[in-house]
C-alpha cells in the first residue's frame, strides 16, 4: 500500500464525506492485494519480504480529483494515472519473477476509500488532493478490527526529472 504523508492524510480526514471514525493513519491506497495471511502457508510472508528487498521501484504521483460513491465512498480521478500504473505492473513482474507468492487477479484501480459505509451521495469534483509516493508497505488489513499491522516498507528510488534546456 501506498500511505500518503501526514498533511496530505489530514487534508483527506478534513473531507466532509470522510468517515471521522477512522483515523488519518488507516488512509491508503492499495496498489496489490497479495493474499489472506491467516490462510497462508507459513513460509509465504518471509519469502514475500524477501521479494519486496529486492524491488527497485521508483518513486510516483498519485492524485485524485474526485469523490465517488460505489461501494464505499472513494477518491478516484479519470486521469489514467500511468505512472502508477507502470509501479504496479512492474511490482508484479517483480513478484512474480522472484516467486513470491500471489493470488494473482488484477491490481486494483488506485483509489483512496473515505468512507466504507457508503453514503448514497452523487459523484463531486473535488480540488485535487495528492503527493509523491515515496514508500510501499506490506500491511496486513485485520478483518473487523480497522486496524493495519505493518510488515515491512521499503524506500522507492526518486524519480529523475530532465534538467531544464538553457
Not at 480526514?13 to 470522510?18: D, H, K, S, V, Y
Not at 492485494?33 to 507459513?42: E, G, S, T
Not at 486521469?79 to 513470491?100: N, Y
Not at 486496524?147 to 534538467?163: A, F, I
Amino acid at each position: 500500500m501506498a500511505k500518503p504523508p501526514p498533511a496530505v492524510a489530514a487534508q483527506i480526514a478534513a473531507l466532509p464525506r470522510n468517515d471521522a471514525k477512522r483515523g488519518p493513519e488507516l488512509l491508503h491506497v492499495t496498489l496489490a492485494l497479495l493474499f489472506d495471511l491467516h490462510r497462508a502457508p507459513p513460509d509465504w510472508l518471509p519469502t514475500t519480504i524477501a521479494a519486496l528487498d529486492a524491488f527497485d521501484g521508483t518513486a510516483f504521483p498519485l492524485a485524485f480529483d474526485r469523490i465517488e460513491n460505489r461501494k464505499a465512498v472513494t477518491l478516484r480521478t479519470r486521469d489514467p494515472l500511468p505512472e502508477a500504473r507502470a509501479f504496479q505492473a512492474a511490482l508484479i513482474r517483480h513478484l512474480v519473477s522472484a516467486r513470491a507468492p500471489l493470488m494473482l487477479g488484477t491490481t486494483p484501480e488506485p483509489h483512496l476509500t473515505i468512507n466504507y459505509g457508503g453514503d448514497r451521495l452523487r459523484a463531486e469534483k473535488i480540488a485535487p488532493i495528492g503527493w509523491t509516493v515515496e514508500e510501499i508497505l506490506l500491511v496486513e488489513s485485520v478483518v473487523g478490527q480497522t486496524r493495519h499491522v505493518e510488515h515491512g516498507c521499503w524506500k522507492l528510488r526518486p524519480t529523475v526529472t530532465s534538467p531544464l534546456p538553457i
